[in-house]
């Protein structure tokens, strides 16, 4: 799939204006249990719109350093099932094995993989613009009324199992985005003291 861009090239964009909606919406962002998204999930014209959306994202170069992997029900179950006998065949704690259940709860779920230009920008600037990518996901996902849980976990990291997803050489999880809706509300969780994270200087 090759979303049509929102705007024509080199059209001028609009200028950013006030938004109460959005300035609410950015301060009650709140990723979802992973294992409590169910159905609906986003149909497949709003999920083009989904991804056209998170592509939006900052990138050194115009390189585009990062794809998607949409897995549906039936690919989240093989994966799933593979990734449940590696663990037992690794002797992973049962702890590992049950975090295997965020992969086959949420309706649908896209897989962003980090995929850096050789030689090209810095590659920590191109990482960063997969992670980039991962967040406008789960912003768009809530401006269509979808929950959304930005997940890594250990088969995002181990070999054998990153084997299974079709990365190839330099590529990496960026993270498994899953999209669905929340019965309950989220519950607010805490959140960083900003007297200790911000530094003014003259």
């Known amino acids: 799939m090759t979303p049509s861009p929102l705007f024509p ?24 249990p992973a294992q409590a998204l169910t159905s609906p999930g986003p ?18 170069g115009k ?5 998607f992997v949409v897995l549906g029900p039936q690919s989240r179950g093989e994966i799933a099932e593979k990734l449940s006998g590696l663990a037992q065949t690794q002797g992973r704690p049962a702890k590992e094995q049950a975090v295997l259940a ?3 709860a949420a309706p649908v779920t896209v897989l ?14 191109q990482q960063m613009s997969a992670g980039a990518v991962c967040m406008n996901l789960e912003h768009a996902a809530g401006a269509f009324g979808y929950a959304s849980s930005w997940i890594t976990d250990w088969y995002s990291y181990d070999a ?14 960026a993270g498994f985005i899953h999209i669905g809706t929340l019965n309950e509300p989220a519950l607010e969780r805490p959140r960083p003291d900003m007297a200790a994270k911000v530094t003014r200087l003259p």
Not at 112 to 125: H, R
Request: hydrophobic share 40%; aromatic share 6%; proline share 12%.
């Open 160 to 173: 054998q199992a990153t084997a299974l997803f079709g990365l190839t050489d330099g590529e990496a999880v």
């Open 102 to 104: 965020k992969l086959t």
């Open 9 to 32: 090239l080199n059209a001028p964009l609009p200028a950013p204006v006030p938004s109460q909606e959005l300035r609410d919406r950015l301060a009650s962002r709140r990723s979802a």
């Open 43 to 60: 149909t497949e014209a709003e999920l083009d719109q989904i991804l056209t959306l998170g592509a939006r994202t900052p990138d050194h």
């Open 112 to 125: 962003v993989i980090s995929a850096p230009v050789p030689d090209a920008k810095p590659l920590w600037e």
């Open 63 to 67: 390189l585009f350093p990062w794809r």
